[in-house]
């Protein structure tokens, strides 16, 4: 049960066992009243003309039950105006905290009992109605437009979600199992591959990718400078090193172009990232790996569902790595991941890899690690699953209002998304000139609108790998980026008038 000063105080009935020798009423804290009351008050012997009550609590939530005779209730907070007349044991009232309260019409023999979810604290009454009055506007909340809504997203599908924690909990099997499989073979089917193999999470689900290829010390695997730091983290892992790119601005990928500027002897794969959503033109990518005798491994951590010509983001490479991250567009209730791939030799190498190097148990072939999709998050992922193209439509139809209304401002610079792309937004990005990037964002948190920056650091410039000697002017146009982009709130999740007001307050700007 919520109970916040947000919220009207709401009657409850309080449960009744009768019997034939008479009736027992039950109270408790995990159905009725939702908190563990540590204070009993009592009021009785009122004179009937008398008026009793007349202040607020700050934080503290009570019920309150006439147990004989009858009293009227009258409750004001934020949400309105109340009226009840008690007069009877079986309903209470449950009264938030800031709510002013007037009890009048004592019966003769009412009996009223108030419980309080804490101890007398003199500090948390208001005893002056102005004051109560002030206090009301002063803690009124901002609206606030949040950059996720995974609350949301999991009240919506709240009951699905309980049912697979409970078949999870009763069916004995934590990792691995048939929901693990089950779903591998649903991810796989989504993304128009023949195997997909669960692992813990999108960064080793990279490593393992470039593992199960071979890629090791001495190589060089081509990743944009444009990324979370886990694409070139994972080729890091496997001791070989990063080799950056630059990218487009326009869509944030790396091109053919820019790929082929940093081809060198040693490079063995290129790992395009589909950053944003926005899938890179895996024509171009997959000619120069081509006419290199190079491996491709994609980063579609964030771009699960989007397609480049018609083919899902995952189907083009050798191996691709996905994220299930929380926030991803198809994110777990934990970590989670997995490598997508149409090759089944690689794949039962890549399954090996995650499961200590081992088919068949205490047996170790190749020196493999521990990183499994535990049967949770699978049966949480597949509940998922079922809504994702519904999800993917709504972020695509979000994504249309930025990109109509914001598309004559004379500060902001929208992506542009070629036709040949489905892009499945799971960044929304906008340029704002470097001079006044922290000044939108300011003016955008001063109206309760959550940004972000993705990202603000290039992997290049990041301490963590100041050993390979990138200097800053090395990728023009990714830092750029990490100056001008501003990230919008936009998930499966926000409204239709959330976006127009953010719309607004940037047409303000
Ligand atoms: C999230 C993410 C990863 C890593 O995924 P984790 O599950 O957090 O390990 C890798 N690459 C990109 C582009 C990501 O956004």
Excluded at 417 to 434: E, K, L, M, S, T
Aim: proline content about 5%; charged content about 20%; some cysteine.
């Amino acid at each position: 049960m919520t109970l916040s000063e947000n919220h009207g105080p709401q009657l409850v009935q309080v449960g009744q066992i009768n019997g034939a020798q008479g009736s027992i009423g039950v109270i408790e804290a995990s159905r009725h009243t939702g908190f563990d009351a540590k204070r009993l008050y009592f009021i009785h012997n009122i004179k009937t003309d008398h008026v009793r009550g007349l202040h607020a609590h700050k934080t503290l939530k009570q019920f309150l039950i006439c147990l004989t005779g009858s009293v009227r209730v009258k409750l004001t907070n934020r949400t309105g105006d109340f009226e009840f007349d008690l007069a009877s044991p079986a309903e209470g009232i449950l009264i938030p905290p800031g709510c002013w309260r007037e009890l009048s019409n004592f019966s003769p023999d009412a009996l009223v009992a108030v419980f309080a979810s804490e101890e007398y604290d003199e500090t948390d009454y208001i005893r002056d109605y102005g004051e109560f009055v002030e206090w009301m506007k002063q803690t009124e909340p901002r609206p606030q437009i949040a950059y996720v809504n995974l609350d949301r997203q999991h009240d919506a599908i709240g009951l699905e979600l309980e049912r697979v924690l409970e078949r999870s909990l009763h069916s004995g099997a934590f990792i691995g199992g048939v929901a693990v499989g089950a779903f591998e073979s649903a991810f796989a089917d989504y993304c128009g591959t023949r195997f997909a193999v669960g692992c813990g999470n999108g960064l080793d689900a990279l490593v393992i990718a470039l593992q199960a290829l071979g890629i090791g010390a001495g190589d060089d695997v081509i990743v944009p400078a444009n990324s979370f730091v886990a694409s070139a983290l994972a080729v890091t892992m496997v001791n070989a090193t990063p080799v950056f790119a630059d990218i487009d601005p326009r869509t944030y990928g790396v091109t053919g172009e820019s790929v082929s500027a940093v081809i060198t002897p040693r490079t063995r794969a290129i790992m395009p990232v589909h950053l944003f959503g926005i899938p890179v033109d895996m024509d171009e990518v997959g000619a120069v790996a081509a006419k290199h005798g190079l491996r491709i491994v994609e980063d579609a951590a964030q771009a699960h569902g989007a397609s480049f010509r018609g083919r899902t983001c995952g189907s083009f490479g050798d191996a691709a790595g996905f994220s299930f991250y929380p926030t991803k567009n198809l994110g777990a209730i934990g970590d989670g991941g997995a490598i997508v791939t149409g090759d089944p030799d690689l794949a039962l190498k890549m399954r090996m890899l995650t499961n200590y190097g081992s088919t068949k148990k205490y047996h170790h072939e190749l020196l493999g690690r521990n990183s499994r999709l535990d049967s949770i998050q699978a049966g949480v992922l597949h509940a998922k699953l079922r809504h994702q193209a519904a999800w993917t439509e709504r972020r695509c139809g979000l994504a249309e209002i930025y990109l109509s209304s914001l598309s004559n401002h004379r500060s902001i610079r929208l992506p542009q998304v070629p036709q040949d792309r489905v892009p499945v937004w799971h960044v929304f990005p906008i340029r704002v000139d470097a001079d006044r990037r922290d000044q939108c964002i300011a003016f955008l948190n001063g109206h309760g609108i959550q940004t972000n920056i993705h990202y603000p650091v290039p992997i290049h410039l990041q301490p963590a790998y100041a050993s390979l000697g990138h200097k800053a002017g090395d990728f023009p146009h990714t830092e750029l980026a990490a100056r001008e982009l501003i990230s919008l709130p936009l998930d499966a999740f926000h409204t239709e008038a959330e976006l127009r007001r953010i719309v607004e307050v940037l047409q303000t700007f």
